[in-house]
Structure formats: C-alpha cells, structure tokens
C-alpha cells in the first residue's frame, strides 16, 4: 500500500491550501485517513481525522479553518485549509489504517504518504 500526498506550496497569511493524498496498492478497504503535521524543530502531531463513516476530528489549533474530508471511491483524502497563520508551516503527512490483501489472507497496515511541505509566510 502507498500514499502519495500532493498539493503543498508557498501561501500568504489568510491564504488556503488544499492537500491530497491518494491510497494506491491492494487495498480491501479503508479505515481511518488522517493529516500529521511537523513544524521545523518539533514534533510529529495529529491535525485532522476521518473514519470510513464520515466522523471527523481536529486539533484544536486548526477547528473552523481546516477541513478533512475523503472520496471513498476515489481512496483519497483531503485537506482543506483556510485562514492559514505562519504556525501553519509545516511537513504535512497523510496517514491511513489499510486492510490489504494477499493471495489467501488480509490483513491490517497503518500506511504513511511522504510529506508535502506547506509555508505560510508574506
């Protein structure tokens, strides 16, 4: 299983981005998609996550301006952010538990994209 997140960049203050991440490999399904944020110097932390069902949750620090979102047909997830502050910068990563299969078995992975980096600054 692979996760490829795209749509990082360069934003103003106030600005929004929309990040992606598509799930590709043998997948049988999958459970919960979430956005990790690493700020230059700090640790990894949880920003958003979706079940399959549509629950979501965010951290506290990104409620009312960033939204996750997922196309189950699709296997992708979504960030939307908006009013984006320069403490948003950061090496974004999706992060996805997969049931994959084999010829005779499935079985559970938690998967991880590569990062994209998003930079809010003037």
């Known amino acids: 299983v692979q996760l490829q997140a795209s749509g990082g960049g360069l934003v103003q203050p106030g600005g929004s981005l929309r990040l992606s991440c598509a799930a590709s490999?043998?997948?049988?399904?999958?459970?919960?998609m979430r956005w990790y944020r690493q700020p230059p110097g700090n640790e990894r932390d949880l920003v958003a996550s979706?079940?399959?069902?549509?629950?979501?949750n965010y951290a506290d620090s990104v409620k009312g301006r960033f939204t996750i979102s997922r196309d189950n047909a699709e296997n992708t997830v979504y960030l939307q952010m908006n009013s984006l502050k320069p403490e948003d910068t950061a090496v974004y990563y999706c992060?996805?538990?997969?049931?994959?299969?084999?010829?005779?078995?499935?079985?559970?992975?938690?998967?991880w994209g590569q990062g994209t980096l998003v930079t809010v600054s003037s």
């Open positions: 979706i079940t399959s069902g549509g629950t979501t």
């Open positions: 490999g043998s997948i049988f399904s999958i459970n919960t």
């Open positions: 992060n996805a538990d997969v049931t994959t299969y084999t010829y005779r078995t499935r079985y559970d992975v938690n998967a």
